[in-house]
């Protein structure tokens, strides 16, 4: 399988409309190269652009939806969208990532449930998800999960045993925080012995370097690829069939205890 990762730049001179018109041209050159495409977190608007989440809000079949089920059918690519800033026709905000088949049909959509902000930003001004998502492919399956969830290993666990192979995390990381990302992201794919695919933006908003830094890690946390800090498409071929070669050949996940999340008294 081939996929790639386009690490968006988001910078405050370029539209919204101006970017998702971009970024839609950016996912149709992939047509023949990539079987998956993955984009970042929030690139329509920038992952720390909190006072543009409420104005940028769109419903979930808005205008990105349309513009990237379009471009997923015109590239005949898997494409993992990114997230965008969701409004639930109930008034609540999601940060919801989109998933399309090649035919441009909806496949999946996530609602992060992990929102960044220690009680500030993204963490009230946003709604968390509650159910983990997984996306049948052919060949593998994948986990869905957004930035600031890349912390929380329960929830990668979760999405293993509900079968995901190859975990696709889409991402608005900072620069000062670049070294947890990279550690972070290898420690995911060694604990589940599953492929990591994590996509970041590039570039500054709101006063924010993101760290970009996008990554494919195989099920040995071996880094398979990864990019630099700028705007750049990141491209890896990698053979599912290895995740359950590996969990085969070392079979950690076989040896776990149930039961260890909650205290004994």
Known sequence: MRASLLQIA?????SVE???????ALVR????????VVL???????AFAYESFATEAEPLEGP??????????DARVWLHAGSI??????GPLYNTSLVFSPDGEPAAAYRKIHRFGFDQGEAVLM?????????????????LATCYDLRFPELFRGLVDAGAETLVLCAGWPERRRAHWTLLAQARAVENQAFVLACATAGTHAGVAQAGHSIV???WGEVLAQAGPGEQVLTVEFDPARVPAVREEFPALKDRVPGLTTPRR
Not at 40 to 46: A, F, N, R, V
Not at 85 to 90: G, V
């Open 29 to 36: 050159e992939q047509a023949g190269t990539a079987d998956l």
């Open 64 to 73: 990105t939806y349309e513009a990237m089920a379009a471009a997923a059918r």
């Open 85 to 90: 800033p969701e409004r639930d026709p109930d």
């Open 127 to 143: 709604s968390a998800g509650t159910d983990l998502v997984t996306v049948p492919l052919p060949g593998t399956v994948l986990g």
């Open 10 to 14: 988001v910078d405050e001179g370029e």
């Open 18 to 24: 101006s970017r998702r018109a971009r970024v839609a």
């Open 40 to 46: 970042p977190e929030l690139w329509t608007t920038g």
């Open 217 to 219: 890690v195989d099920p």
